[in-house]
């Protein structure tokens, strides 16, 4: 790896838009008015699944102030053919005939006061003939509601071209794996286990809820849709926006400022195709922010049901049985990346001679579910570490010890066949169980207080095969500028790559300008998400950096320097041009080697081009009388390679690790009849810092991803990934009772104690 | 049903026609271009679009624009006059964000607890800024800046 | 939002008259926090707010003759909350405030508003039943006195008309009875309760009790079953658990987002036992 040279890398640098946020002066889409812009209000189905037979806007139209107001007619009149999405051309920009969940948009109301395009929206009926709904993902299996009448992928993906045309089922994407011989496996093993998990619906909730501005410019022929966008993926909306419009890439321009928040919401289309459509519709600038209550009608994450079946021999597993149904409400979205993916890595981080995996993504009558920070490892993990600990129980064996004597090793095989490099799991396990003192005596409460405590370990595979592009440009006074489309929605993306530029070039983090994602200036990457940015935009930015470098030094050369004669930029470019002028551009393009998965079983030497792992440790008070858990300790552990701004590391992995604690104690999608009834913070209680433990560690092993930029290697979701079985394991640790469906509320606790003292809880 | 009202923004006497369902949040962004608070849970709850008002802080999002009718209203874009206060400084330093949505509400809210305990311990910062959410759940660091800037208040105090 | 007619009268009568009777569009608006959450929601469109700001009249803090402390409707939560007299007089009060909603609506919400919006999830009414308050309403007709215990007639419902108003809460001495509040969350630390439960004692006679739940009723409900299973004045573990046993048959709870009515009768159990032993000085009560 390259020497450490300028200390730019490793260093905790500030964050470079940090007085801007301070100060309440950051860029968000959020803030933007363009001179005759209009809001849209969208008017949304109230039926989870039906038939249009009429949408009525004629109160709609007849308020004073309403501009327009605009169905799917008025939108085919600009986009003939408009369904949008990455895996499945399944979404329109408006409900085509059918209405397929509650929220669905039909229609939207134009005004430039907000206030009355709220008020006319109320005011648009629809009439439904209402169809058979299906809203479980098991169920969704053998349903006779069916979704969609026929399936459409989008052709991006070979994987899904041969499910072109199909019907009559809600299965979106079959995954299969077969490694070894299974049943063997089993008929070998002294113990077999099965167990069920479930997962439920939750939500993104960035504080900065979806908003998108879309302005047109010029004619028929020349026409051109500039984009603001709160997106994680600007590449992606371009090239869809244009493929929906039938236009070049290059009349379409989408630029993006910070984020208040992503975690996987704002990725491909979610306002973009309806903002640059109304915008051709009325040719004057639309505008559309939601509430907090419509994020709750846009994406969530997939709601799971897990079952898993191994089999144990002298303390080793011997085979594993993974069936994993993932709920992917009415539109794909990027589901079914996550049932191959993520489905993947079902076994867990084992080493395992016999594995199958079955994972299905299905279609039901929810909330589209999507991306959301893990990439559905958070839900597998769940099943999988609580199942590991149950078996550990059960065999009375140490779960540490447990583990340590069935974790993958460096250079073994994963179960698609791909072998473990620069993967740090032994490290990692170690490390958690070191910090949570687990060789130590533990103190166990006493009375209505019991104490337990609990560890769990996932891993991820990144996201592949996937591209980045970006641009150095050094000025003649020796200062550089940065172009790459990565996203900085908090992440602190902005910073990390400056100092990737920076260790580079020699110069100081702070000095480094970072251009925001503008798609007619900075190139193509294919989105921030799935922690890959700085691995694989960090390569890029890594290379371009270089790239410059490498030519400053051809420069030096062209005006007869020495080699290494460590002359200021400002100077040579003095010398070359006699003035302060030129540029010296630095371009880096990176794509990982990737090998496609068998489509029958599932194997490829090459799934990803890194492993990401994280581990958590909790310790828990128990209330008996109530069923009331308080985890008074929070430990993750994590491999991210090698910490590029250790202070950032450690936010990002605590950070992560307090999102997945509402997912694991509090937040749910509460539903009656495939309505949501807890649509508001007011209801969807999100983690407070009275929710968090007084007590919490993050740690970043002494570890090296060779491939990555300076050894390091995405941190966004590692720290995720053990939470929730951690508790659950705790939980049970403390009070002998094993809850396996999410969230772990009191009342589910409970009731479980209850129902194990043969004293159970009337409904 | 437009009214005029008269009123001290960030220190300046001013004046705007509101209409009476307006919120001070959208008076504060539609007349006179500051976006620092922002309506977010739309509740009162996440603290996004925190506005001080004759010396306290409310949720610009449930309070009627009406009601800024002679009153002093400061705003995030106020704080030290162009120079960081010690509890920006100390949020910079600590790190005490990520995507910054909800972070002039924790400032500002953060200064008012340190206006009225200027030596708080854990549980009392825990408690005083539980009205304000963090997605990204920069809240350890959100603790350690604010006890970072009462430090430093109370040094140069 | 929609628009509406704010009108700012000077003063209570001039108030009054703005009110209507007959009219549900038009309603008094004091804070406003919780008015703007309904009417941001679209559950009341109003024709006409009467703001109660500009009436002085409404806001003092101050000891009575009596010994009683009289809070005017207008106080804001947060200035009752660092009231010393409020302290002194019940601590109980400053204490429940403190984990009342957030700081910045304790700012702005007034304990006459705070009343007469009815919300079962309110912290305080609990608590002032339990410490025998009342409330002055005025109308068209002059003043009366109404018993906090007596004003709420069922979910988000008071028995005030609708041209009268809150003018101030009256919280008698205490003499040496001793109260405490327990507030039962269940969703996040940070939330409406799930259950309120407030009691009073005379003193360590646990014979003359008190005891109110909130939240996971209808409304908040003084527990007479509870009360008398202590009339025999003992105050052991067992007499608590007896009382928290009764509370648990008594109250009609309520299931919804926060949990099942069964859940929450078993919380009303432990609660009511806990806030007993808690307002007996007893800590480590669990």
Not at chain 1, 500 to 516: C, F, R, S
Request: aromatic share 6%; with cysteine; charged share 20%.
């Amino acid at each position: 790896m390259a020497a450490m040279g300028s200390g730019q890398v490793g260093r905790s640098v500030r964050r470079l838009e940090g007085a801007a946020k301070v100060t309440g002066r950051a860029e968000y889409v959020h803030n933007l008015r363009l001179p005759g812009m209009l809001y849209g209000k969208i008017v949304r189905s109230t039926v989870p699944h039906g038939r249009i037979r009429a949408i009525d806007t004629e109160a709609a139209r007849a308020l004073a102030g309403v501009h327009r107001v605009v169905t799917i007619a008025d939108i085919r009149a600009v986009v003939p053919e408009p369904f949008y999405g990455p895996a499945f051309h399944d979404q329109p920009i408006l409900a085509v005939d059918k209405v397929h969940y509650v929220g669905e948009p039909i229609a939207v109301v134009l005004a430039a006061d907000p206030h009355i395009a709220d008020a006319a929206a109320q005011l648009v009926v629809a009439d439904y003939e209402e169809l058979p709904a299906v809203y479980d993902e098991v169920e969704a299996m053998t349903s006779a509601a069916i979704v969609h009448d026929v399936l459409k992928p989008a052709g991006t993906f070979p994987d899904l071209k041969h499910l072109q045309g199909r019907h009559d089922t809600n299965v979106a994407l079959d995954f299969h794996l077969r490694r070894g011989d299974l049943a063997k496996g089993f008929a070998e093993a002294d113990h077999v286990f099965e167990h069920t998990f479930r997962t439920q619906q939750v939500l993104h909730l960035p504080l900065e809820p979806f908003v998108s501005v879309a302005e047109a410019s010029g004619g028929a022929d020349d026409g051109r849709l500039t984009i603001h966008t709160a997106s994680q993926s600007p590449s992606f909306v371009r090239i869809e926006i244009a493929r929906l419009l039938g236009w070049p890439e290059n009349r379409v321009r989408v630029k993006v400022p910070y984020l208040g928040g992503g975690f996987g919401a704002k990725l491909y289309i979610k306002l973009e195709a309806l903002v640059a459509a109304l915008a051709l519709v009325v040719r004057r600038p639309v505008k559309i922010s939601l509430t907090m209550e419509e994020q709750f009608y846009t994406l969530t994450k997939h709601a799971s049901t897990f079952r898993i079946k191994s089999g144990v021999k002298d303390g080793r597993i011997t085979a594993r049985q993974c069936e994993v149904w993932w709920n992917g409400g009415a539109y794909a979205d990027i589901g079914p990346r996550i049932t191959q993916k993520s489905g993947f890595t079902a076994p867990g981080p084992y080493d395992i001679e016999n594995v199958h995996i079955d994972s299905y993504s299905l279609y039901t009558n929810l909330t589209p579910a999507g991306a959301l920070r893990g990439f559905g490892i958070p839900q597998l993990v769940f099943a999988y570490e609580s199942h590991t600990d149950m078996m550990a129980r059960s065999l009375k064996l140490d779960p540490v010890e447990f583990r340590r004597a069935n974790i993958l090793r460096e250079g073994r095989p994963q179960a698609t066949g791909t072998l473990m490099q620069d993967a740090a799991i032994a490290a990692v396990l170690d490390r958690l169980a070191a910090r949570m003192n687990w060789g130590k005596a533990f103190e166990r409460g006493s009375g209505t207080t019991r104490r337990g405590r609990g560890i769990a370990i996932g891993f991820k595979a990144s996201i592949s095969p996937t591209t980045s592009i970006a641009i150095v440009n050094v000025a003649a006074d020796g200062s550089a500028t940065l172009y790459c489309s990565t996203v900085d929605m908090g992440q602190g993306s902005d910073t990390a790559n400056a100092q990737l530029v920076a260790e580079v070039l020699d110069i100081k983090a702070e000095a480094v300008t970072v251009v925001h994602p503008d798609t007619d200036v900075t190139p193509y990457d294919m989105a921030t998400l799935g922690s890959r940015s700085l691995f694989h935009m960090g390569n890029a930015v890594k290379l371009a950096a270089q790239d410059a470098r490498d030519k400053i030094a051809a420069l030096a050369r062209e005006l007869g320097l020495p080699e290494g004669s460590n002359v200021p930029v400002a100077e040579l470019f003095q010398k070359k041009y006699k003035m302060q002028a030129g540029n010296i551009i630095g371009i880096g393009s990176y794509i990982p080697p990737y090998a496609p998965p068998d489509h029958d079983t599932g194997q490829t030497p090459n799934a990803t081009p890194y492993w990401m792992v994280g581990a958590a440790g909790a310790e828990v008070a128990v209330d008996t009388e109530t069923g009331q858990v308080r985890v008074t300790r929070l430990v993750n552990v994590a491999d991210v390679g090698r910490p590029i701004n250790p202070r950032i590391v450690e936010t990002q992995l605590s950070g992560a690790a307090i999102m997945q604690l509402g997912f694991t104690m509090q937040e749910k999608i509460e539903l009656d009849g495939g309505q949501i009834v807890n649509a508001s913070l007011a209801d969807y209680k999100i983690p407070s810092l009275l929710d968090i433990p007084t007590d919490i560690q993050s740690e970043a092993v002494e570890a090296e991803q060779q491939s990555g930029p300076f050894g390091a290697k995405g941190v966004g979701e590692s720290g995720t990934f053990g939470v929730s079985p951690a508790i659950a394991n705790a939980i049970d640790d403390a009070v002998g009772v094993r809850l396996t469906t999410l969230p772990l509320t009191a009342e589910t606790l409970y009731r479980a104690l209850r129902a194990a003292a043969n004293e159970p809880l009337e409904d | 049903m437009k009214r005029t009202i008269h009123f001290t923004l960030n220190g300046a006497p001013v004046e705007a026609d509101i209409a009476p369902h307006w919120n001070l949040v959208e008076l504060l962004q539609r007349e006179f271009d500051l976006f620092g608070a922002r309506e977010s849970c739309a509740q009162g709850l996440c603290g996004c679009c925190t506005v001080l008002v004759n010396g306290t802080a409310v949720s610009g999002c449930l309070f009627l624009a009406a009601f800024a009718d002679g009153a002093e209203v400061v705003t995030i874009e106020h704080l030290a006059g162009g120079k960081l206060d010690p509890v920006q400084e100390a949020f910079l330093e600590c790190g005490a964000f990520q995507c910054g949505f909800c972070t002039p509400g924790f400032v500002l809210m953060a200064r008012e607890l340190l206006r009225a305990h200027p030596d708080p311990d854990d549980d009392e910062i825990r408690h005083y800024l539980a009205g304000n959410l963090c997605r990204c759940a920069a809240y350890p660091e959100i603790v350690e800046a604010v006890k970072l800037a009462a430090r430093n208040m109370r040094k140069g105090a | 939002m929609s628009p509406f007619e704010l009108a700012e009268p000077a003063s209570l009568a001039e108030a009054i008259k703005l009110l209507d009777p007959q009219d549900s569009s038009i309603r008094p608006i004091a804070g406003g926090t919780a008015l703007m959450l309904m009417m941001k929601a679209g559950v009341f469109r109003p024709t006409r707010l009467v703001s109660l700001r500009a009436v002085k009249e409404l806001s003092a803090i101050a000891t009575q003759a009596d010994g009683a402390l009289r809070i005017g409707a207008m106080t804001p939560l947060s200035m009752l909350e660092r009231s010393a007299a409020m302290l002194a007089h019940a601590g109980v009060v400053t204490q429940t405030l403190r984990t009342l909603s957030n700081v910045r609506v304790r700012n702005v919400a007034t304990v006459g508003g705070h009343l007469a919006h009815a919300d079962p999830h309110m912290d305080l009414p609990p608590v002032l039943i339990a410490l025998g308050a009342h409330v002055v309403v005025a109308g068209p007709e002059g003043e009366r006195t109404i018993p906090v215990e007596d004003l709420f007639a069922g979910y988000f419902e008071t028995v005030l008309r609708r041209d009268e108003l809150i003018t101030a809460l009256v919280v008698p001495g205490q003499g040496g009875r001793r109260a405490a509040y327990l507030k039962c969350t269940t969703r996040a630390v940070h939330d409406w309760p799930a259950l309120g439960v407030a009691v009073s004692l005379d003193g360590d006679s646990v014979g003359a009790a008190r005891i109110v739940v909130s939240a996971a009723t209808e409304k908040p409900i003084r527990l007479a079953g509870a009360e008398a299973a202590l009339r025999d004045g003992g105050h052991d573990d067992a007499a608590l658990r007896r009382a928290g046993d009764a509370a648990a048959d008594e109250a009609e709870t309520t299931s919804d987002g926060q949990g099942t009515a069964a859940y929450k009768r078993q919380l009303v159990r432990v609660y009511v036992r806990r806030a007993l032993a808690a307002a007996l000085g007893r800590g480590g009560a669990h």
